[in-house]
């Protein structure tokens, strides 16, 4: 069956990078885009961006570009996203997910919790 | 602050229907697609409804959606305890100027 399955939980201090990783099977990986999104403690979902897997287009929310990079390794099926300089503020749940277009993300990972704290 | 208009909380009884609204602009679902995805504690959000109406695959047909202008609304008939969590709304918003998927803030569904 299709599965997206994600990178364990970070601890990061102020400032690090963090990257997640997210590996897909039981599809034709590059007939779908990847998107990337997170939701903060007691808050919402939040879309950071999506890449297509085929060409690795990327689109990047206004709000995280400048320290945002995702990324796709089409040999391991993977998608990759980098977040730098974290602040507290960026410590969320952040989930993969399989799109036809970034609207439809039909098949999501179960998520990796970041944390940054000093 | 999203720029999609959804209520902090709807609930119902078990077997009765419930819909939930999501409210924008011409910047957003006047001019796009909406859809519609459910949050269940300790779960992924799943997708529900996509292209306003089209029910994702796996999704009861006890889901519905649907868009007028600038508002679109999502309904559930039949409810059950399991529907329990958060729903959202998401489309695309061009009201800064540069494309991006935005989703609503987020309604919790009780059944009572």
Redesign the interface.
């Known amino acids: 069956q299709v599965q997206m399955v994600q990178s364990g939980p970070e601890v990061k201090k102020p400032g690090a990078s963090v990257e997640v990783s997210c590996e897909a099977s039981g599809y034709t990986f590059t007939t779908y885009g990847i998107?990337w999104?997170r939701q903060a403690p007691g808050q919402?979902?939040?879309?950071m961006g999506?890449i297509t897997t085929y060409d690795g287009q990327t689109?990047y929310?206004?709000k995280f570009r400048g320290r945002i990079t995702m990324t796709t390794d089409t040999s391991t099926r993977t998608a990759y996203m980098e977040l730098r300089s974290l602040s507290a503020d960026d410590t969320a749940v952040y989930?993969c997910?399989r799109c036809g277009s970034?609207?439809?993300?039909?098949v999501?990972?179960?998520?990796t919790t970041v944390a940054v704290s000093s | 602050q999203s720029v999609l208009t959804q209520p902090p909380s709807v609930s119902a009884a078990p077997g009765q229907k419930v819909t939930i609204s999501c409210s924008g602009s011409s910047s957003n679902i006047g001019s796009n697609y909406v859809s519609w995805y459910q949050h269940l504690p300790g779960t992924a959000p799943k997708l529900l409804i996509y292209e306003n109406n089209k029910v994702s695959s796996g999704t009861p047909d006890r889901f519905s959606g649907s868009k007028s202008g600038t508002s679109a609304t999502l309904g559930i008939s039949g409810l059950q305890t399991g529907d329990e969590g958060d729903y959202y709304c998401a489309t695309w918003d061009r009201s800064l100027g540069d494309p991006r998927v935005v989703f609503g803030g987020g309604t919790k569904l009780t059944v009572l």
């Open positions: 998107s999104v919402g979902l939040e879309w999506w689109n929310a206004q989930y997910a970034p609207l439809a993300m039909d999501w990972g179960k998520g």
